[in-house]
């Protein structure tokens, strides 16, 4: 036995097995050792194990086994760039399978993995130590798929598109980009949601160094990196994690319970060495490349069995995510832990304490349901759905809540944003104005797939750019200005963020207004104060109402009809009423109006 190998920290690995690893990237996958690398493989239920390599001219290498942790290991003098596979055996049958562990591999169908350097020197220092989760603080996300954002033919490197993503983000008045998962995924399709590599960036987008570099840029311009993270479930590929030592190690042991409604294969988190693998697997994202931000998919379906409800909750995952983010919490104090989830369960943020899941931030999907729905009604017929507005701030403080428009609105046969809204050409463009302005005005952090500020009349299709040639007619360049002056408009202004999760940062001045469906609403923070008046049907009104207690000046901030966007409505001259006199505005068909409040 090469004695070199021994080299190993025990209670480690016995952490590992246990579930309470964060850091099993140091034990497992190519680790380099003196003028070469320990390979270690965890791999229980295997008789054996070979690696074959650049190393050994494809030739298998057996592995020695520590029969009592589990796992094989090797030293071999390899050196980064070689690539390699392992063989198992089981009773008899053997088989290749990728590292688990490795930093890059081949793209499907091939599945090598590479021995890469992960180290970067940052120059982040200065970003790091003023973010923060930002609950008092501007959020506008602007969600992003790097292979389709701008096409640069077929192999695109991530820092292809990175002077131009970032000056776009800055100019459009995003703070924050959300990259959709860039874990390797065999089927491309999947958008990365189905994935065999949970450690390696997809090498369809360069390698990790070129992803480090890429966030490093974005924190010099001072746009923060949030990455969608898959956990629930992993891609069944047969060289990957599906019965990688010849039994279900990573998915559970019940075939009635492996699949999942994606026809991928489930996590097993009652084992603790799949609770260690995915708390390393994310913890190595966030420690490697900075990220300042991790979104869970799917969190329903970690509560619930499969994720129904009536299956009752699935307590091996509640544990594993209340672990995680209670790590997370005290390892990256900054870091925001954003949870997708679609269910009424009520403790997913640290808003609601102990028992909860402890993440930051929930999508508030049943608020984008509900107003998705309200502006697919006829204009006249809305006087009849009124609650699918006001319903949301009956839940608002229950939660810390991020309004999102994602990718999930806009893909095949769910229509892009602009086919959502009822009535002409026209105003279709009016009615998506209005609904942008509710959603970056209404309370809570905000998330917009790309695209979406285009209004584009294309679905997005992973497989095309982004149709900016679109922006040469008027109406939609004049759109893509509209949502870039509301966006700075909302980071300029703390009413619009600082008091998102406090109840005197909102409120009602018109809310039940069923015959005329007009909202109306103040946003504010200390001195800072901020009406905004949104006519939600096509219907003039001449002299619309809204009473007022003070001495009060209303300046006009921002108004979709304007000259600015192409239509034809004047600014209005500043406003002034004394108190006990009402407000009175002229409105026309779907006017959303900002007034600041003096």
């Not at 100019?171 to 994935?195: A, F, R």
């Not at 990220?291 to 009536?310: C, F, P, Q, T």
């Not at 946003?523 to 901020?530: E, G, K, L, V, Y």
């Amino acid at each position: 036995m090469d004695v070199k190998i021994l080299d190993i920290d025990y209670e480690n690995l016995k952490s590992y097995i246990s579930g309470d690893n964060f850091t099993a990237f140091d034990i497992f996958g190519a680790t380099k050792h003196e003028d070469g690398y320990i390979f270690r493989l965890y791999a229980p239920n295997a008789n054996r194990a070979f690696i074959r390599g650049d190393f050994s001219n494809w030739e298998d290498i057996e592995m020695y086994k520590d029969e009592e942790f589990g796992y094989f290991f090797k030293y071999i003098k390899a050196k980064e760039g070689d690539f390699y596979k392992y063989l198992l055996e089981n009773n008899g049958f053997r088989f290749e399978k990728f590292d688990p562990y490795a930093n890059y591999l081949d793209q499907a169908p091939q599945f090598a993995s590479k021995i890469v350097d992960t180290s970067f020197e940052f120059t982040d220092d200065k970003w790091l130590k003023k973010r923060n989760k930002n609950f008092d603080k501007p959020l506008n996300i602007y969600e992003v798929h790097i292979g389709s954002w701008l096409k640069y033919g077929k192999n695109l490197n991530i820092l292809d598109i990175a002077d131009k993503l970032i000056f776009y983000i800055k100019k459009m008045g995003y703070s924050h980009i959300e990259l959709m998962p860039l874990t390797e995924h065999p089927y491309y399709p999947s958008w990365g949601y189905q994935v065999s590599g949970f450690f390696a960036f997809t090498s369809r987008y360069g390698s990790i160094n070129d992803l480090q570099k890429f966030i490093n840029l974005c924190h010099k311009n001072d746009i923060g990196v949030i990455l969608d993270f898959v956990v629930v479930h992993f891609a069944e590929d047969f060289y990957a994690l599906k019965y990688f030592d010849g039994d279900s190690l990573y998915e559970p042991d019940y075939k009635d319970l492996q699949y999942s409604q994606w026809g991928s294969l489930n996590f097993d988190f009652s084992k603790g060495h799949v609770r260690s693998f995915m708390k390393s697997a994310i913890n190595f994202w966030i420690e490697k490349c900075h990220l300042d931000g991790i979104r869970i998919d799917a969190v329903s379906n970690m509560i619930y069995n499969d994720g129904n409800k009536n299956r009752g909750l699935n307590k091996a995952n509640i544990r594993f995510l209340k672990e995680l983010n209670s790590y997370l919490d005290k390892r990256y104090p900054s870091l925001m832990k954003i949870a997708e989830d679609s269910s009424s369960y009520e403790f997913v943020t640290s808003k609601n304490g102990n028992d909860s899941l402890g993440f930051d931030y929930k999508w508030d999907l049943g608020w984008m349901n509900d107003t998705c729905k309200y502006f697919e009604i006829d204009s006249i017929n809305r006087i009849k759905h009124q609650g699918k507005i006001n319903f949301s701030m009956y839940y608002f403080y229950r939660e810390n809540f991020i309004l999102p428009l994602s990718h999930d609105e806009v893909v095949h046969l769910k229509k892009p944003m602009i086919l959502k809204m009822n009535g002409s050409y026209i105003d279709r463009f009016k009615e998506l104005m209005l609904l942008y302005t509710y959603q970056i005005t209404h309370p809570g952090k905000k998330l917009n797939f790309m695209g979406n500020e285009l209004a584009t009349f294309d679905e997005w299709d992973e497989n095309e750019s982004l149709n900016w040639d679109i922006l040469k007619f008027p109406i939609h360049d004049n759109f893509k200005k509209y949502i870039r002056s509301l966006n700075n408009l909302y980071l300029k202004n703390k009413a619009f963020y600082e008091k998102d999760f406090v109840e005197d940062g909102f409120l009602w001045k018109v809310v039940d207004d069923n015959q005329n469906s007009v909202f109306v609403y103040e946003r504010r923070a200390n001195d800072s104060r901020f009406l905004v008046v949104l006519n939600m049907t096509n219907t003039y009104k001449k002299s619309y109402e809204v009473s007022f207690d003070e001495d009060l000046t209303f300046i006009e901030r921002l108004n979709n009809l304007s000259k600015d966007f192409g239509y034809d409505k004047e600014k209005r001259d500043d406003i002034k009423i004394s108190k006990g006199e009402n407000l009175k505005l002229e409105l026309w068909e779907y006017e959303a109006l900002v007034f600041e409040i003096k």
